[in-house]
């Protein structure tokens, strides 16, 4: 569910050029993401460490 959501994200965004209008999504998005990484367990692999560690995978 999470990767999808980041897929349609990352269309929504792609297909906007007005910044107030990418704002929203995204910010909607990094909650999501903070969320699930403070019920993920201490020591798991989480979007964010994962993308930390892989920074080419946001290009």
Do not use: N
Request: charged share 25%; glycine share 4%.
């Amino acid at each position: 569910m999470l990767l999808s959501r980041l897929a349609h994200v990352s269309q929504e965004v792609a297909a906007t050029s007005a910044r107030s209008r990418k704002t929203a999504p995204l910010a909607e998005l990094f909650r999501v993401v903070r969320y699930r990484e403070d019920k993920t367990p201490a020591g798991a692999d989480t979007v964010g460490t994962l993308l930390a560690a892989h920074p080419e995978v946001t290009r």
